[in-house]
């Protein structure tokens, strides 16, 4: 598992590999975040990177009691794919 980072004052989820970041940002306001983006560079795609990020953000959001507006259309399929996170879904 990759060590992820909660930049809570830039609403950014972060980590590193090989030298290449890789960020899922979000809103959060008024009981809701709302995740815009989920970025990760193409030289470490497809090591479950992106979902580690979604899956860090979701915990998050679930200790803060926030609902969860999916925008990214990556988090919106992998929390279709993780039902115990459907809860969280605004």
């Avoid at 598992?1 to 979000?26: C, K, N, P």
């Avoid at 989920?38 to 795609?45: D, F, L």
Wanted: hydrophobic content about 40%.
């Amino acid at each position: 598992m990759t060590e992820i980072l909660h930049e809570a004052s830039e609403q950014r989820f972060v980590t590193q590999a090989e030298g290449h970041a890789a960020h899922l940002d979000y809103l959060e306001d008024d009981g809701r975040m709302t995740i815009t983006h989920t970025i990760v560079p193409r030289e470490i795609g497809g090591r479950g990177i992106a979902g580690e990020l979604v899956r860090a953000a979701l915990d998050y959001a679930r200790g803060a009691g926030l609902k969860v507006v999916p925008q990214c259309s990556y988090a919106d399929a992998w929390m279709r794919r993780h039902p115990e996170f459907e809860a969280l879904r605004a």
